[in-house]
Nanobody
Framework: QVQLVESGGGLVQPGGSLRLSCAAS????????IGWFRQAPGKGREGVSC??????YYSDSVKGRFTISRDNAQNTAYLQMNSLKHEDTAVYYC???????????????????WGQGTQVTVSS
């Protein structure tokens, strides 16, 4: 089994920053692609960003503001969120998929393992 635990969420004012962490209980994180998704009340799950061995991908809504990274030695992935907006308010989920050799994607059904989520609230 694979366990994913998100942390770093909280309340932040517009324009502020947060860094989310995703700690993975896996033998080798490099064998997995990591995705970040979010879901706001009344809305569907939205892909935010993903990272594979040498590529990253961002949704248009966060491109230029968010940065995804990973530390395979620590089995941890990160999502640095800058210039936060009210519309970024959501529960953020970390997800892992066994690496297929292709670039990463933001298709929820392709991810095998999910964390419990961490709340991010952007409000003044």
């Amino acid at each position: 089994q694979v366990q994913l635990v998100e942390s770093g969420g909280g309340l932040v004012q517009p324009g502020g920053s947060l860094r989310l962490s995703c700690a993975a209980s896996v033998r080798t994180l490099d064998y997995y692609d990591i995705g970040w998704f979010r879901q706001a009340p009344g809305k569907g799950r939205e892909g935010v960003s993903c990272i594979s061995s040498l590529s990253t991908y961002y949704s248009d809504s966060v491109k230029g503001r968010f940065t995804i990274s990973r530390d395979n030695a620590q089995n941890t992935a990160y999502l640095q969120m800058n210039s936060l907006k009210h519309e970024d308010t959501a529960v953020y989920y970390c997800a892992a998929s066994v690496r297929s050799g292709n670039g990463c994607h933001l298709i929820p059904n392709k991810y095998n393992y999910w964390g419990q989520g961490t709340q991010v609230t952007v409000s003044s």
